[in-house]
């Protein structure tokens, strides 16, 4: 019996210039993501942080009242408000590198998988952190407000939906895997 080479088809030259551009549209995005939320949050005053962060406490987000927090909680602020965005930036990341793998016709490569985990880690991880850190800043802010602690953990579809696209992209990557090992396997027998 005579084994046939596994033969995987390459892409297209339209179509590989096409996952290259998104790909690199992809990495620019994993740059600018973090650096335009970055922008975003230093430009917004401590009221408007406050009436995000206490939606339920309007009385101690009113500008009026607003006491004075050391730089420490406020940069504690700032690391808890960035965290989903820095990491869900690294998961964009991953996801350019791996398109532009598969750009550069190196679809079966267990480089491939481990990017594609890599991103699957990340957006797992900024959808716990995007669930996480708000009910860390909005408890910070509470205590160091002198109110009432407060705790609220909120849980809505956009985090159902990023939560179920990491398990999907990670069962995708176990198939590539597999895959790339049936490959590796039939190019040593041929």
Same mark, same amino acid.
């Given at each position: 019996?005579?084994?046939?080479?596994?033969?995987? !088809?390459? *892409?297209?030259?339209?179509?590989?210039?096409?996952?290259?551009?998104?790909? +690199?549209?992809?990495?620019? &995005?994993?740059?600018?993501?973090?650096?335009?939320?970055?922008?975003? /949050?230093?430009?917004?005053?401590?009221?408007?942080? /406050?009436? =995000?962060? $206490?939606?339920? @406490?309007?009385? /101690?987000?009113?500008?009026?009242?607003? !006491?004075?927090?050391? +730089?420490?909680?406020?940069? #504690? $602020?700032?690391? *808890?408000?960035? &965290?989903?965005?820095?990491?869900? #930036?690294?998961?964009?990341?991953?996801?350019?590198? %791996? *398109?532009?793998?598969?750009?550069?016709?190196? @679809?079966?490569?267990?480089?491939?998988?481990?990017?594609?985990?890599?991103?699957?880690?990340?957006?797992?991880?900024?959808?716990?952190? #995007?669930?996480?850190?708000?009910?860390?800043? #909005?408890?910070?802010?509470? %205590?160091?407000? %002198? %109110?009432?602690?407060?705790?609220?953990?909120? /849980?809505?579809? =956009?985090?159902?939906?990023?939560?179920?696209?990491?398990?999907?992209?990670?069962? $995708?990557?176990?198939?590539?895997?597999?895959?790339?090992?049936?490959?590796?396997?039939?190019?040593?027998?041929?």
């Amino acid at each position: 019996m005579r084994t046939a080479a596994l033969s995987i !088809p390459s *892409l297209a030259p339209r179509a590989r210039r096409r996952v290259a551009v998104f790909g +690199w549209c992809t990495l620019l &995005a994993g740059v600018l993501l973090p650096l335009v939320a970055a922008g975003a /949050l230093w430009r917004q005053s401590d009221a408007q942080w /406050l009436a =995000r962060a $206490l939606p339920l @406490a309007p009385e /101690l987000a009113s500008a009026s009242t607003l !006491p004075a927090l050391p +730089w420490p909680v406020w940069a #504690g $602020l700032a690391l *808890l408000a960035m &965290a989903p965005v820095l990491v869900m #930036g690294a998961a964009l990341l991953w996801a350019g590198l %791996g *398109l532009l793998r598969i750009a550069a016709a190196q @679809a079966l490569s267990q480089t491939l998988v481990t990017q594609l985990r890599r991103f699957a880690a990340c957006t797992l991880a900024a959808a716990l952190l #995007g669930m996480l850190c708000p009910t860390l800043i #909005g408890l910070l802010l509470s %205590g160091a407000l %002198g %109110g009432p602690w407060r705790l609220s953990l909120a /849980l809505d579809s =956009r985090d159902l939906v990023l939560l179920l696209f990491a398990a999907v992209t990670w069962q $995708l990557a176990a198939v590539l895997a597999e895959a790339t090992a049936i490959a590796d396997e039939h190019a040593q027998i041929v």
